[in-house]
């Protein structure tokens, strides 16, 4: 099974990449946990509820890793959470740290931040991108996964992820 996941700030084209990669290779495509939990929310996300988000995050991920034939294209992981926990609360439970550890992808597309920042009513860090962003290429760096920098237009952002993936399958027996 070859994990593929997009990670990086807020409004990166993350979703939009991952659901167009997943579609080209006909793989299953795991959603973002976290949104659909602040959008139901009725307020912002506390330190508590990261233990929620994580058991979201890991049960979407089983679930979609068990359909799946060869590939799989994730629209975020644990990392993401223990960055954004970090970045907000100061912490992170150990738990989390662990399992994002244990869960590790084949590479972690990083999505740069060239593209522009739109409000969706979920993203508040468009006035720290460049922080934010700093905060998951040091966290992808110290996970030793492979990475593949995604930046540019549309289409250099696309053939960059094509490229990256048809190597991987290219390398790895089915």
């Known amino acids: 099974m070859i994990r593929v996941v997009l990670t990086g700030s807020e409004s990166t084209g993350k979703s939009t990449l991952a659901a167009t990669l997943a579609a080209r290779y006909d793989a299953e495509l795991v959603p973002e946990f976290v949104r659909g939990f602040a959008e139901r929310k009725s307020g912002p996300i506390e330190f508590g509820d990261h233990g929620a988000i994580a058991r979201g995050q890991i049960a979407l991920e089983d679930e979609h890793i068990a359909r799946a034939a060869r590939l799989v294209i994730q629209d975020t992981d644990l990392l993401s959470t223990v960055v954004y926990c970090e970045?907000?609360?100061?912490?992170?439970?150990?738990?989390?740290?662990?399992?994002?550890a244990a869960r590790r992808p084949d590479v972690y597309l990083l999505m740069e931040i060239d593209a522009p920042w739109v409000a969706d009513g979920v993203r508040d860090r468009g006035h720290l991108r460049e922080e934010v962003q700093q905060l998951f290429r040091d966290a992808v760096a110290a996970s030793g996964t492979a990475l593949a920098v995604i930046r540019g237009s549309w289409d250099e952002r696309l053939q960059r992820a094509l490229d990256v993936i048809d190597e991987l399958l290219l390398v790895t027996p089915p």
């Open 87 to 100: 970045h907000y609360f100061g912490r992170c439970p150990e738990w989390i740290r662990e399992a994002a």
